[in-house]
C-alpha cells in the first residue's frame, strides 16, 4: 500500500467525503490560509473554493453554534480549532446543545452532524493555553463522540466516518502526528467509530494508547522486544464511543496494562481504562495497572520544564518493565528528539 | 404577504387568543404538581410571537428560548404536543425528553427552543448560513429577551449574520426583567438595544410588543427586506411578562417585591388580546359573539389536548437510552 503523511491522509478523506457529499463545509480560523491546518486543509481550499472552506471570525461559541443551525436544515459542517484550548470558549453550543440534541428533542428534530476538528500543541513553549488535549471531559457527555486518530489510516478512515456520522464528533489531532507517515488505503473507507485498533499483538504486557502515545508506546514496544519483552499494543482511536472487548480481551490475554494518554491523570483516560481493568478483569491481571499521563501542572514553556513535563516512550517502557518486576538504565536512547521548527 | 387585510387581523387574533387561553389553561393546572417540569409561562407577551409568526412563510423556521410557548404555537405547534410534553408523556412534542423549554415542531418550521440564553441565536444564525449557501429565500428568525443582549453569543452572532448578510430576524423580547433582575442593573441607564445593533451595521427597529399589528407590519418590513438580500434585522419588541419569571403565580402575591402591582396593572390594561379584540370589533371585522365562539373553540381545543396527555403514556424506563446518537 502507498504511504501518506498524516497530514496528506487527513486531507484525502476530507477531500473524498467533500466530493461525495455537497452538504460538507469546513470553517473555523485559518482554514484556507496557504497554511491551511498544516497542510490538511490546502487542497480541499483548492478543489471546492470558498464557498465550501472559508475562514471564520474568532467567536467559537457563536461558530459552533452555527455549524449546529446550518446541521438542523442538513449541511455537515466541519469546524476547526487550530488548538485545542480554544474549544473551551464553544463548549455551550458544543455540550449543551448539540450533545443533546437528538435525545432531548425526542428525536422529533433530527440530529446535528457537526464534526469538529482540534489541534493539540505540544512542546517549542506551546505553554499552558496552547497544549491541552480535551479528550477527557468531552467523552463524559453522552451524545458526543470522540476519536483521536494516531495512524494515518485512521486520520483518513475517522475523518470520512465523522463526515458520515449523524451524531456531532469531536476529531483531536496531535500536532506532532501531521508528519508522519503510514500506509493509507486509497479507497473511500471509514474506521468505525468505537472500535480499537491491536496495533500489535503480544503476550507479556498490554499498552492502551492514545494519539501520539501510540507513536511513543511503538518506539518503546520495539526496545522492549529486544529485551525479550512481548507488547500488545491497543490503540484506542475512539474514547466514546470506548471499545471494552478489545481493552479486556488484551487484558485478560496478558494480565498486564499500561495506560498511556496525551492529557492529565486525574478523572483521566488513563483512570476510566485503570477502572476498567479493575472493575471488568480484575481476576486477570498479575500486577498493579500503570498509567502514564502529563505531570500534574499546568504546561509550561521552559525547555527544561517541558522535558519533564511530559511523558515519553522510555516512561512508558520502564512503566511496562515495572509491571514485570524488571527494570532496565538505557530506555532513554529511544526518546524522540523534539524537532518541530517554530513558530507555529 | 403583508397588508393588514381583515384576514389577517382575524388571523392575528386568534393566534394571540390561542396563546392566551393556553397558556393560562396550562397555568391554572400547574399547582397539581403533574406537570414536573420548570415552565416559564409566556402570558401577556403573545403578540410578538403572533405577529411574527404571521409575517412568515411556513418553510421558514422559529428558534426560541426558556420562555418559549408562544413561539412553538404561534408558528404551528400542537397544544396537544406541548401538553403531552408539560405531563411528560411519549406523546409529547419531545416524546417526555425536554420538557417546557425543549419543544420542537420541525414540521411546522419551530424548529427547537433552549434553556441556555442566547444558544439559539446563533442556532438560527447557522440556518440562515444554510438557506444562504442553497441560494434559498426562507428566513431564520431567533426569538430572546433582552437579558440575552448580555450575553457574548448575541454580539458574535450579530456580527457574523451581519458580515455575510445572512437571512436571519433578531427578535428581542424585551419584557424588562431577567428573573428578578430589572434593566436598571443590567443595562446602562439611556441604553437602546437597537442602536447595538446599529453599530454592527443591523437594520434595527423598536415597536410596541404588545401591539399585534405593529409587530406584524414591522416583521414583514423586516422579512421583506431579508428576502431582498439586504442582510440581518433586529426587532425589538416592548413587552411584559404577567407572571413569575417561573411557575404559574403572581410576583405580587408571592411577596415578591422587585416589581410593583401598580407596574403590573399598567401592563395589564395594555393586553395584546384585549388590544386586538377590540380592535376587531370596532373596526366591525368580528362581533363579541363571533369572538366569544372563536374562544370556545380554543378552549375545547385546549381540554381535549390537557385530557388526552393525562391519559397518555409514560416514556418507558427500557427506553431511556433512545436517541443518544
Redo the contacts between chains.
Keep these: 500500500m502507498r504511504e501518506l503523511k498524516y497530514y496528506e491522509a487527513l486531507s484525502e478523506g476530507l477531500v473524498q467525503a467533500m466530493e461525495r457529499d455537497s452538504s460538507i ?1 469546513v470553517t473555523g480560523i485559518a482554514v484556507d490560509y496557504a497554511s491551511g491546518i498544516f497542510g490538511s486543509t490546502v487542497e480541499a481550499t483548492r478543489r471546492f473554493g470558498p ?1 465550501r472552506v472559508f475562514d471564520s ?1 474568532a ?1 467559537e ?15 455537515r ?1 466541519m469546524m476547526v480549532h487550530p488548538r485545542n484550548d480554544f474549544m473551551f470558549l464553544a463548549f ?2 458544543l455540550i ?2 448539540a450533545a443533546k ?10 440530529s446535528v452532524p457537526v464534526v469538529v476538528r482540534a489541534v493539540v500543541g505540544k512542546g517549542w513553549g506551546q505553554g499552558a493555553t496552547h497544549s491541552q488535549s480535551l479528550q477527557s471531559l468531552l467523552a463524559h457527555f ?2 458526543l ?1 470522540v476519536v483521536l486518530p494516531a495512524l494515518p489510516q485512521d486520520a483518513k478512515g475517522l475523518t470520512i466516518a465523522a463526515l458520515q456520522s ?2 456531532p464528533t469531536v476529531i483531536l489531532e496531535h500536532r506532532t502526528l501531521y508528519g508522519i507517515s503510514g500506509p493509507v488505503d486509497e479507497a473511500y473507507v471509514p474506521t468505525p467509530i468505537g472500535k480499537a485498533r491491536v496495533v500489535q499483538e503480544g503476550t507479556d504486557v498490554t499498552i492502551v494508547a492514545t494519539s501520539f502515545m501510540v507513536i511513543e508506546a511503538m518506539r518503546a514496544a520495539e526496545e522492549l522486544a529486544k529485551e525479550g519483552v512481548s507488547v500488545e499494543l491497543v490503540d484506542l482511536r475512539s474514547i466514546r464511543p470506548l471499545d471494552e472487548e478489545t481493552i479486556l480481551s488484551s487484558v485478560r490475554k496478558t494480565g498486564r496494562l499500561v495506560v498511556a494518554d496525551t492529557s492529565w491523570e486525574l478523572c483521566g483516560v488513563v483512570s476510566e481504562i485503570a477502572a476498567l481493568a479493575a472493575e471488568k478483569a480484575f481476576h486477570s491481571l498479575k500486577a498493579p495497572v500503570r498509567r502514564i499521563a502529563l505531570a500534574d501542572c499546568p504546561a509550561p514553556v521552559s525547555m527544561s520544564l517541558e522535558a519533564a513535563f511530559y511523558p515519553k516512550a522510555s516512561t512508558i517502557a520502564r512503566a511496562v518493565l515495572a509491571t514485570l518486576g524488571r527494570t532496565h538504565s538505557h530506555l532513554g536512547d529511544i526518546d524522540l528528539a523534539d524537532d518541530f521548527k517554530g513558530p507555529y | 404577504m403583508g397588508t393588514v387585510t381583515p384576514d389577517v387581523e382575524i388571523r392575528l387574533f386568534k393566534s394571540v387568543l390561542r396563546l392566551r387561553r393556553a397558556e393560562e389553561s396550562l397555568a391554572a393546572l400547574y399547582s397539581e404538581q403533574e406537570m414536573r417540569t420548570p415552565t416559564h409561562f409566556g402570558v401577556g407577551q403573545e403578540a410578538v410571537a403572533s405577529g411574527v409568526c404571521e409575517a412568515l412563510l411556513p418553510d421558514d423556521v422559529v428558534y426560541s428560548h426558556h420562555r418559549c410557548h408562544n413561539h412553538y404555537l404561534a408558528k404551528g405547534g400542537s397544544v396537544a404536543g406541548l401538553a403531552a410534553e408539560l405531563y411528560g408523556r411519549e406523546t409529547g412534542c419531545a416524546n417526555g425528553r425536554g420538557g417546557s423549554v425543549h419543544l420542537t415542531a420541525v414540521d411546522k418550521g419551530f424548529v427547537v427552543s433552549s434553556a441556555i440564553l442566547g444558544q439559539t441565536i446563533a442556532v438560527a444564525t447557522g440556518s440562515a448560513l444554510a438557506f444562504q449557501m442553497d441560494r434559498s429565500s426562507r428566513v431564520a428568525v431567533t426569538f430572546f429577551g433582552e437579558a440575552t443582549c448580555e450575553e457574548g453569543v448575541f454580539y458574535e452572532s450579530m456580527n457574523y449574520a451581519a458580515l455575510r448578510k445572512l437571512p436571519v430576524l433578531f427578535v428581542c423580547e424585551n419584557n424588562l426583567y431577567s428573573t428578578e433582575s430589572p434593566l436598571s442593573t443590567r443595562q446602562p441607564t439611556g441604553t437602546e438595544l437597537c442602536e447595538r445593533a446599529r453599530a454592527f451595521k443591523v437594520t434595527a427597529e423598536k415597536v410596541d410588543g404588545n401591539d399585534t399589528i405593529a409587530v406584524f407590519e414591522a416583521a414583514t418590513r423586516a422579512v421583506e427586506s431579508i428576502r431582498a438580500g439586504n442582510g440581518p434585522v433586529f426587532l425589538e419588541c416592548m413587552t411584559y411578562r404577567w407572571r413569575e419569571h417561573v411557575g404559574p403565580g403572581f410576583d405580587h402575591e408571592l411577596g415578591r417585591t422587585y416589581r410593583t402591582k401598580a407596574e403590573l396593572d399598567k401592563w395589564i390594561e395594555h393586553c395584546p388580546v384585549k388590544l386586538a379584540g377590540e380592535r376587531l370589533q370596532s373596526r366591525g371585522i368580528a362581533s363579541e359573539a363571533q369572538i366569544a365562539r372563536w374562544t370556545e373553540e380554543v378552549e375545547s381545543e385546549i381540554r381535549v389536548a390537557v385530557l388526552t396527555a393525562k391519559q397518555a403514556p409514560w416514556p418507558e424506563a427500557q427506553n431511556l437510552f433512545d436517541n443518544i446518537y
Design positions: 463545509f464557498e471570525p467567536m461559541n457563536a461558530m459552533t453554534g452555527i455549524c449546529i443551525g446550518a446541521a438542523a436544515m442538513g449541511k459542517p455551550d453550543q449543551n446543545l440534541w437528538r435525545y432531548m428533542y425526542g428525536g422529533n428534530a433530527g453522552p451524545g463522540q449523524n451524531a
